[in-house]
């Protein structure tokens, strides 16, 4: 199985901060790769696909990249309705594997 | 709009079953491989099951592979989750959602206890 290692488990930031957070996969899963936040009390939502594309609607201050065994999700300005647990997941095989999230809080 | 709206959960005793539903609105249903993701409390995201868009392929993580049977109505867009012999390790609130994960539904809780 795929293992997806998200880092850091939690981090604290400022409105305005450039925040990166990283996941790694265990195996080369390509650019099979996506990226959800999910706010408390709410279902996650997609945010990028195929590792670097933007769903429709989320603001241009996310962005993925990486292929293979590395991945990161930057938001280039913190603003305060980002706080939200941010999942990485794989598809490139079954069992399909999540990372384990990071927590985003705002100091 | 792409509305999944699941139903059929609630309390459970450990050993009994109990069979979600999800209806789908807003797109063609038939044309899309599903699936069913669950999320314990206070834990993490689990991809549960996949079912391809004719239902002739299915994919179970090892938990609960023999015990959980994910199917689908094409004509009443609707997917399904029949799980036996349930445990309470299987307690969290189960989410639809399309298999390329793109849209979600709001969930629904399943509580395993006695």
């Known amino acids: 199985n795929t293992v997806m290692t998200q880092s850091p488990t939690s981090m604290f930031t400022s409105v305005g901060d450039r925040v990166t957070m990283s996941c790694k996969a265990s195996?080369?899963?390509?650019?099979?790769v996506g990226w959800y936040q999910q706010k408390t009390g709410q279902s996650p939502k997609r945010l990028i696909y195929?590792?670097?594309n933007r769903d429709t609607g989320v603001p241009d201050r996310f962005t993925g990249s990486g292929s293979g065994t590395d991945f990161t999700l930057t938001i280039s300005n913190m603003q305060a309705e980002d706080p939200a647990i941010y999942y990485c997941l794989q598809h490139n095989s079954y069992p399909l594997t999540f990372g384990s999230g990071t927590k985003l809080e705002i100091k | 709009e792409v509305q999944l709206v699941e139903s059929g959960g609630g309390l459970v005793q450990p050993g009994r079953s109990m069979k979600l539903s999800c209806a789908a609105s807003g797109f063609t249903f038939s044309n899309y491989g599903m699936a069913w993701v669950r999320q314990a409390p206070t834990k993490g995201l689990e991809w549960v099951a996949t079912?391809?868009?004719?239902?002739?392929?299915?994919y179970y993580r090892d938990s609960v592979k023999g015990r959980f049977t994910i199917s689908r109505d094409n004509a009443k867009s609707t997917l399904y989750l029949q799980m036996n012999s349930l445990r309470s390790e299987d307690t969290a609130t189960y989410y639809c959602?399309?298999?390329?994960?793109?849209?979600w539904g709001q969930g629904v809780m399943v509580t395993v206890s006695s």
């Open positions: 959602t399309r298999r390329i994960m793109d849209y």
């Open positions: 195996q080369n899963v390509g650019i099979n």
């Open positions: 079912i391809s868009y004719d239902g002739s392929s299915t």
């Open positions: 195929w590792a670097s």
